[in-house]
C-alpha cells in the first residue's frame, strides 16, 4: 500500500536556525497538508496546499512559516528563525480529493534547542 | 472557525467489554468525520470516518454514529482487545480544503 514518506524522523535545531522538513506525498493524491502535534497534546492543522499554492492556513501559520512543492514529488514545510515553542512532532498528510481520507506520514520530530 | 470538543480523555475498561467515545463540533457545514488511532510515537492512521450524509457506518468491532441536528458523533468499539490500547482522535472537516481540526484524545486502556 502507498504511503507517505517524511524526512528526516527527527531534527535537532539551534534556536533562530532554518529547518525544512520534507514529505513525499501518495503519488495521485492533489491535496497536502501539513499539522503539528505537540508532545501529548492535540493534532493541530497548519496549512494546506492544492494547485501548487497555499489553499488554507491556520493561525499557527504565521510569516516564519512557508511551503513549498520543489519538483513533481517533494512538499516541503521551511520554519525561518526557528524558535523553542516549535518543537513538535510535525505530519505531512495527503489525500486524493478534500474531504477524502487523509494519510498521515510518520512525521519529524523537530527538537529545537 | 470549527470547533471539536471530545471526552472521555482517558478510558479504561476491561479486555471484552465494550468502548464509546463521543464528540461534538460546532460548525454545521462540517460534513467530513474521520476517526484516528494514534499508538505512541505513531503516525495517527485512520480507523474509520463517516459522511454527513449517513447516521451509522459499521466495521467489523468499530462503529461510527453522526447525529447531524445534535452536532455529535461519537465512536464505538466491542469486544475490546489489548491492542486497541492507543490515543483515538476525532475530527472534523468541512472547509473546501478539508483541513481536520481534531479533538483533544482519548487514551484508551484495555486491560487483559
Redesign the interface.
Known sequence: EPEVTQTPSHQVTQMGQEVILRCVPISNHL?F?W?RQILG?????LV?F?NNEI??K?EIFDDQFSVERPDGSNFTLKIRSTKLEDSAMY?CAS?V???????????TRLSIL | GENVEQHPSTLSVQEGDSAVIKCTYSDSAS??F?W?KQELG?????II?IRSNVGEKKDQRIAVTLNKTAKHFSLHITETQPEDSAVY?C?A?????????????TKLSVKP
Open positions: 491535496y497538508y499539522y497534546q492535540k493534532v493541530e492543522f494546506s492544492y489553499s488554507e491556520s505530519f489525500s480529493f478534500s474531504n477524502q481520507p487523509q494519510h498521515f506520514g510518520d512525521g | 460534513n467530513y474521520p484516528y505513531k503516525r495517527p492512521q485512520l470516518d482522535f475530527a472537516s468541512g472547509g473546501s480544503q478539508g483541513n481536520l481540526i481534531f479533538g483533544k484524545g
